[in-house]
């Protein structure tokens, strides 16, 4: 239902509109509305949506997480004092300085919303029975199972209708679309040969692999060699090991020449072994002529090179900016993509979880991935395995995360102040990487305290073929706007590297403003989250006024790409939900253009409540959790009872 809302009746008698406030974006008069009508709205557009019959059941539930609401059997007043309680402890909590991250919500383990599973072995149809036999955990029955499925949620499975089949079978939500007698799995062959063996996500973890991580057999025969190199200086420098900027420097530099020329006594080996084995077959299976790229290692003047200038970067995003969110942005135009922040040390140990960050949809063509640690040793190695390993352009160090979990272990913003170590993360990497190597930097850690601009001409020296510069401090967060008069300084500074900016870019004027300092391009993080249109916007210099029709078929196509990637499953519907749920805690903020006194809106100017131009407008408006997952089962279908959430990030700009 878009109900559009009624005006006509507006003028002199309508009760006096409340005035902006300070921090407000400032919006038309007619639109503007208070807390209390903008939920009564919202209220009365739900009552017309829903039957008689489903009142009751929206009743019962709870606005403040979206989860149902089960009877407590508490005495009313015992209820009431536990309420006042809360609420005491919440205007205590307000009172506090509110941070980026929502650090007050409780540690919650990832929930099972199908505690019921069917074997791998029938859901993929194999013809050889479950290894497991007996002692397998999973259901094997599958009427049974079929007799406790939760109902679909569609007659139509995007996976079946773009792939020609569903890997995720009888256990797919939408599985009436696919399924024949004798819960069949269908296959629509002509569509799966029309796509052949297209590979669509690349740098998946080999099962192989991940075993030689865990068992700690992988060798790192480049890295190793330039760590030695390190150490062997280090011994040079005293019984205490400690030396002068200068002598660290010389002893870095000559660790990596180390490295060089193993690289070089290597292609030499690897040319010998050619001509010996001339007259036999090929030493891997090939597809066209053998160059002499696929098999020489390149030397680092020899790197593969990559043109950032005057391009559209997508920031690495944590949590939101995940594969089927990439993919929206770049139908958009954006030119440049990265994945969410890695841990090295996670990556070293094999973690599934770690590496699905590094995976890279086709339609991303040039990605990049981004590692943080704080160690030579940990970062050298973990890009000499992603270089033998996975498929990217170019790899960025995460030299600009202020939270403390990062920044107090030495990593993150606090690479800024350990620049000998810097130096070494930084050198070792480019040693062993055959891609371009990036940094991504903020202004300093102090509000106050500029050190970009002394460490920028030390990383030209290093080495990067790219820096990125935040125009905010570790203590700054997002509560001031980001200082271009600063980031214009330092590109100067940065030439001939290219410099991107970043830093509160929500419009094309915005974009315009940015690219007359001598920035080389723009950075896009929160405006990316916020309108991911803005690319579109910034290409083509204008403004769009979308409508809210248009928004929802943007979410639609997240959700279908979430289900692509995550499944169509239970676990994979509820995960797909989970990460629109903390993109709307962003969307929520975008105010439409037709409503804006003042154009264009300003990422630091929270919306006051105003009700939209159609009811679907208005839902989207609101930053009510409910009212998020109303949006996400319009999508998704209803949450499962035992669903949760709570956003992992806070409006703190807007305070």
Known sequence: MEAAVDRSGEGADCPAVPQTEKGEAALKAQYI???????????????????????????????????????????????????????AEDNKQDKKKMK??????????????????????????????????DKCKFIHDVADYMSTKPADLGDRCYLYDTFG?????????????????????????????TLGQKEMVRNSLDKELQRRLRKRQVTFSRSETYLKSI?????????????????????????????????????????????????????????????????????????????????????????????PFRRVCKRFGADITCGEMAMCTN??????????????????????????GCFPDTMTRCAELLNQNIDVDFVDINSGCPIDLVYKKGGGCGLMTRTNKFEQIVRGMNSVLDVPLTVKIRTGVQQNCNIAHKLIPELKKWGVSLITLHGRSREQRYTKIADWDYIDTCSRLASPVPLFGNGDILSYEDALKA?????????????????????????????WDISSGERMDILRDFTNYGLEHW?????????????????????????????????????????????????????MASQHVGDWVRISEMLLGPVPKNFSFLPKHKANAYK
Request: hydrophobic share 30%; charged share 30%; glycine share 8%.
């Open 231 to 323: 150490g062997a200086g280090k011994a040079k420098g005293g019984a205490n090991g400690k030396k002068s900027g200068s002598e660290n420097k010389h002893a870095t530099t000559d660790a990596v020449a180390e490295v060089e020329k193993q690289c070089v006594s290597e292609q030499s080996d690897t040319a010998a072994d050619l001509k010996t084995e001339n007259s036999q077959s090929p030493l891997v299976k090939t597809i066209g002529p053998l160059t002499d790229a696929d098999i020489i290692k390149l030397r680092p003047c020899e790197k593969k090179q990559v043109d950032f200038r005057d391009k559209l970067y997508l920031a690495p995003l944590t949590t939101c900016g995940n594969l």
């Open 347 to 372: 990556l070293l140990q094999g973690q599934a979880s770690e590496w699905a960050l590094l995976k890279r949809h086709h339609t991303e063509d040039l990605f990049g991935v981004q590692l943080e």
């Open 33 to 87: 509305t208070t807390r209390e009508k903008f939920h009564e709205f919202l209220a009365a557009g739900l009552k017309d949506q829903k039957g008689d019959g489903e009142e009751s059941a929206e009743a019962s539930t709870d606005g403040d997480n979206g989860t149902a609401e089960e009877p407590t059997g508490e005495p009313e007043s015992k209820k009431r004092k536990a309420d006042d309680e809360a609420q």
């Open 165 to 193: 089949k569903c890997v995720f079978g009888i256990t797919c939500r939408f599985a009436s679309a696919h399924m024949g007698p004798d819960f069949k799995n269908l296959v629509k062959e002509e569509v799966c040969k």
């Open 567 to 619: 499944g169509s499953d239970t676990q994979g519907v509820e995960k797909t939900r989970t990460f629109l749920l903390e993109w709307l805690s962003f969307t929520c903020r975008y105010i439409p253009v037709g409503l804006l006194e003042r154009v264009p809106q300003k990422i630091n100017e929270r919306p006051p409540y105003y009700l939209g131009r159609d009811y679907l407008e208005t839902l």
């Open 100 to 133: 980026g991250q929502n650090k007050s919500r409780p540690h919650m383990k990832p929930h099972s919303y199908d505690d019921r599973r069917l074997c791998p072995s029938l859901v993929q149809e194999r013809d050889s029975k479950c290894f497991y036999g």
């Open 515 to 543: 690219r007359q300092t001598g920035v080389s391009g723009i950075m896009v993080a929160r405006g990316a989250l916020i309108k991911p249109w803005l690319f579109t916007e910034i290409k083509e210099r204008r403004r």
